[in-house]
């Protein structure tokens, strides 16, 4: 099993960046396609970016794609997504996500993905 541990968010300007990591223990990673998601107060869960397994297929939500950039370190077990440009509407629980795969494969839904970390609160203020 994989246990998924978020770090780095907070409060940020809107404009400023962030940088979110998602270690995994347990397992290792280059086995599993990864996933970020995202849930605003109110809203439901929903897709951020995801990242196949060597990294090759990065696809990314439209109201992300150029200011948000995933990636991973296979070797350090962590998964990153490095966050420009913020706008008060990115402000939400952000959730990483993980499961096996082939090695170019990835998953645009939440339930494809079997294991989840605990989620992080980034705030961007207006």
């Known amino acids: 099993q994989v246990q998924l541990v978020e770090s780095g968010g907070g409060l940020v300007q809107a404009g400023g960046s962030l940088r979110l990591s998602c270690e995994a223990s347990g397992r290792t990673l280059r086995d599993y396609a990864m996933g970020w998601f995202r849930q605003a107060p109110g809203k439901e869960r929903e897709f951020v970016a995801a990242i196949s397994r060597g990294g090759g297929n990065t696809p990314y939500a439209d109201s992300v794609k150029g200011r948000f950039t995933i990636s991973r370190d296979n070797v350090k077990n962590t998964m990153y997504l490095q966050m420009n440009s913020l706008k008060p509407e990115d402000t939400a629980v952000y959730y990483c996500?993980?499961?096996?795969?082939?090695?170019?494969?990835?998953?645009?839904?939440?339930?494809?993905?079997?294991?989840w970390g605990q989620g992080i609160q980034v705030t961007v203020s207006s």
């Open positions: 996500a993980a499961d096996l795969a082939t090695i170019s494969e990835i998953f645009y839904s939440e339930y494809d993905y079997d294991y």
